[in-house]
């Protein structure tokens, strides 16, 4: 098919996270969804493997309207680090703690034990030798501070353009029915309501101008002066338009992405423009 097709897709939720260069201990999240993000939404509604090449999925043309942008919110963790008593168990499956503890505590007596400040991360679990029980390769002694950042109530209108209405199609027939669980960026955060919205003839900007606000927008359905942001993949590279979020594959060591160019609009909504019957 030669002309252009967009599939458009709902994405709101209490909570989404769309992390751009985060790591353990701090994880980011972009002001909107990512194309990688998004990629991998429907990668996993379609059943494909990680090691999967990804296809004309990689090759839509990407762009998002922020409806409801949301707040971001941080959400600070500590984890391990004080005293907790030791359990009969834990001296039996970790060597390392049972050699500490036992040094100074009287024998035979558990649960009024305190170790102080010990902590095995689960990141680093191993088979000891000797007995064949799970055990913490490397030990932490001091509690981890992580920091994990969100988008509060927000909504967006996310568009996939492409030529082949049929791929579209099996997407939005995919984010349906997935044959995964589906997730906001993070596992915390599950949609709510309907993804797959519609097909519609057009390009992304035509698609954005001529649906009404999601229902559940920041402004109330029939308000006047409403333009929304959006944001749409550039066809050719931009200077200082860059984002690191073009998915290569997605590997269970870690995914692969290059850069990817957009620019920003604000959408004029016609005023006949189609409205939404969705479950929120």
Do not use: N
Not at 24 to 34: E, I, L, Y
Not at 57 to 79: C, H, I, K, M, N
Not at 130 to 147: C, D, F, M, P
Not at 233 to 256: C, H, K, Y
């Amino acid at each position: 098919m030669t002309g252009r097709h967009v599939l458009l897709i709902r994405l709101a939720a209490p909570l989404q996270s769309w992390g751009i260069a985060g790591r353990f201990a701090h994880r980011d999240t972009h002001s909107r969804p990512t194309k990688s993000g998004v990629i991998g939404l429907c990668a996993a509604a379609l059943g494909l493997d990680r090691e999967a090449p990804l296809g004309e999925l990689s090759e839509v043309r990407y762009g998002v309207r922020a409806d409801r942008p949301g707040v971001r919110v941080r959400d600070y963790q500590t984890v391990g680090g004080g005293t907790f008593p030791l359990r009969p168990r834990d001296l039996v499956t970790d060597h390392q703690r049972a050699a500490k503890a036992t040094a100074t505590a009287p024998p035979g007596v558990f649960g009024r034990v305190d170790l102080s400040a010990w902590y095995g991360s689960p990141k680093y679990v191993t088979t000891d030798p000797a007995s064949g029980a799970l055990v913490s390769k490397e030990v932490r002694r001091h509690a981890l501070i992580t920091e994990r950042w969100y988008l509060a109530d927000a909504a967006f209108l996310v568009g996939l353009e492409h030529a082949d209405q049929v791929l579209l199609m099996r997407v939005a027939h995919a984010l349906e029915h997935p044959k995964r669980l589906l997730w906001l960026g993070r596992k915390a955060c599950p949609p709510t309501g309907d993804l797959a919205l519609r097909v519609v003839p057009g390009t992304l900007r035509e698609a954005f101008e001529s649906h009404a606000l999601l229902p559940d927008a920041a402004v109330p359905q029939g308000a006047t002066g409403a333009r929304p942001w959006a944001w749409i993949e550039s066809p050719r590279p931009l200077p200082g338009a860059g984002v690191p979020d073009q998915p290569v594959r997605f590997d269970t060591d870690g995914g692969v992405h290059g850069l990817r160019w957009e620019t920003r609009h604000r959408i004029t909504i016609t005023p006949h423009a189609h409205g939404w019957d969705i479950i929120l």
